[in-house]
């Protein structure tokens, strides 16, 4: 089975930014699709960003739509999210997940699709 870890997380200013990490290991990266999920305290886990094998189809929640980009390097088995413009509300356990889906052109976005999890990495924003 794939291993995935997330990094990257801190704390940050309101409008400020942060790049998350997901390395992979354990399968060959670019056969999987692989999306971000948040989850903030007394909340349930939410779709946040997702992306196909090969990195040419996107999608976004609308809450993190214009502010957040997904992106892969399948080169180095890794998982990128990028965070501009960081609000109060984007405070959560971010975590990356992954789902075999090599030569499918679309995209997954929830969380039954996906049965590669990491760990999860603390994201939170200060007022």
């Known amino acids: 089975q794939v291993q995935l870890v997330e990094s990257g997380g801190g704390l940050v200013q309101a409008g400020g930014s942060l790049r998350l990490s997901c390395a992979a290991s354990?399968?060959?990266?670019?056969?999987?699709?692989m999306a971000w999920f948040r989850q903030a305290p007394g909340k349930e886990r939410e779709f946040v960003a997702a992306i196909n094998w090969s990195g040419g189809s996107t999608g976004y929640a609308d809450s993190v739509q214009g502010r957040f980009t997904i992106s892969r390097d399948n080169a180095q088995n890794t998982g990128y999210l990028e965070m501009n413009s960081l609000k109060p509300e984007d405070t959560a356990v971010y975590y990356c997940a992954a789902a075999k889906a090599f030569g499918i052109s679309n995209y997954f976005t929830a969380e039954y699709q996906y049965n590669y999890w990491g760990q999860g990495t603390q994201v939170t924003v200060s007022s």
């Open positions: 354990g399968g060959i990266f670019y056969t999987y699709a």
